[in-house]
């Protein structure tokens, strides 16, 4: 699945020239932070009519191997993988091509040159989207077109291709579908997905790659916290930011995730379980490693209970979780008399609030665990304590959102989030 890319981006990069497509606004430093786009708009990188991907083409070749399947309670993230990959195409550099037709392979190496631009200056993106089995043994999607809407737009960014979304939704079931035998019948259990796309053209130039490689490999995953909640205790980093306004922070680029690892090693050789990036000088709280953040806080004057998450201001993923609670708590928790908002929040006002008795629970959000509950945060040296009893392994909210999300996720609840493949 290859496309090329030189007459488009030199399209793009003479559209941009005419006009310049940098949108900054300056930061205001209120609590009342309204939506600002900070990263270069996706299509200044990519044409306004993505090429489509082609499903109807779509060739299976399926291993004449089949994996044994792993015991489900032996699994580990991402180290074991499905039999099959896809797509596979040898990449070529034929410019009038477009995306080829798709393949699904036996799972195999991939082999490229040496200098292959994703080996020199990252061009890579991906996804994180997990296959659901249902009662009825039915495949199931948890809003996949959140995460092809994002995947374009970390594409674009770094001048890979775009495609179309249900195209490529349509693909993935297929494959999903292909490989229902990894994903255990019972709750918890899931097929993780990882549709990533590298530049593949051979040079050692920066410039726009000439070719792209799609493919999706997928890795049957167990229960986040197989033996029920565990909390977790995190280190507030300030000594290193992960992303900055105007930067690349919300894009879901490889690049973005290797300068993390030294800092969570650095929380790990503290015993904390991850590290939570804070922003600026007013330490705002942005997100942790692989998840978004919520805080459940009381208002100072007025006991009014308040769901806070960063806002998208370009320095934090959209996660798809982060958006799902966002909903559901629009949906469940504002009728019971919660306010719900995306907002900055700085570590200040959150150490505050713990110290005066007014935070509530505090908790990640992202695909791996749904929800992760927090139970102490680790702040210039000192804990701030979020709320959780010593018996406790998770607050309420967070209970009930995992409740919710997965109650959709496995279709217990019909809704319009679950694609039935
Ligand atoms: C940096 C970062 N933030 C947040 C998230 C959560 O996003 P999602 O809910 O889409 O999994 C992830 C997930 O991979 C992530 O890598």
Redesign the pocket.
């Known amino acids: 699945m290859l496309r090329p890319l030189l007459p488009r981006c030199a399209r793009a990069l003479r559209a941009s020239a005419a006009t310049p497509r940098l949108s900054y606004t300056l930061p205001t430093f209120s609590s009342q932070v309204t939506r600002r786009a900070y990263s270069i708009h996706p299509e200044a990188a990519s044409t306004a009519q993505p090429v489509d991907v082609d499903p109807s083409k779509l060739v299976i070749q399926k291993t004449q191997d089949p994996k044994p399947l792993v015991d489900p309670s032996g699994l580990l993230f991402g180290r074991n993988f499905t039999g099959n990959l896809f797509p596979d195409p040898p990449p070529t550099k034929n410019p009038t091509e477009g995306w080829r037709a798709p393949t699904i392979q036996p799972y195999q190496n991939l082999s490229l040159d040496p200098a292959t631009c994703v080996f020199h200056y990252g061009f890579e993106c991906f996804e994180?989207m997990k296959a659901y089995k249902d009662k009825a043994g039915k495949v199931r999607l948890f809003r996949p077109d959140k995460n092809m809407e994002r995947f374009n737009k970390s594409a674009a960014r770094i001048a890979l291709p775009t495609f179309s979304s249900p195209a490529l939704i349509e693909l993935i079931s297929r494959f999903a579908t292909l490989e229902e035998r990894f994903i255990p019948d019972q709750r918890g259990y899931s097929l993780y997905l990882r549709p990533t796309m590298i530049g593949t053209q051979k040079t050692l130039g920066v410039t726009p790659p000439g070719s792209a490689l799609l493919f999706v490999i997928a890795s049957p995953v167990g229960p986040y916290y197989p033996t029920g909640f565990k909390a977790v205790s995190l280190e507030a980093t300030d000594y290193a930011v992960r992303a900055w306004p105007g930067g690349v922070g919300d894009k879901?680029l490889g690049a973005?995730y290797a300068p993390c690892v030294l800092p969570q090693l650095e929380a790990a050789s503290r015993g904390f379980q991850q590290n939570l990036w804070l922003f600026g000088p007013e330490q705002y709280v942005t997100?942790v490693?692989?998840?978004?953040l919520f805080v459940a806080i009381k208002d100072k004057e007025t006991g009014q209970k308040e769901l806070v998450t960063a806002p998208l201001d370009g320095t934090?993923?959209e996660?798809?979780?982060?958006d799902s609670i966002l909903s559901l708590a629009r949906e469940k928790l504002v009728p019971e008399g919660w306010l719900v908002s995306e907002r900055k929040i700085t570590m200040p006002e959150l150490a505050e609030a713990s110290a005066e008795g007014r935070l509530i629970e505090v908790f990640g959000?992202?695909?791996?665990a749904i929800v992760s509950p927090v139970r102490t945060i680790s702040w210039k040296g000192q804990p701030v304590d979020c709320g959780l009893k010593e018996h406790e392994e998770s607050g309420k909210i967070a209970l009930r959102m995992k409740g919710w999300i997965e109650a959709r996720q496995y279709g217990d609840e019909e809704h319009e989030w679950s694609y039935v493949c």
Do not use: D, P, Q
Not at 289 to 292: D, E, F, I, P, S
Not at 319 to 322: A, D, P
């Open positions: 994180g879901k973005n997100e490693g692989t998840m978004n934090i993923l996660g798809v979780t982060r959000a992202g695909t791996a």
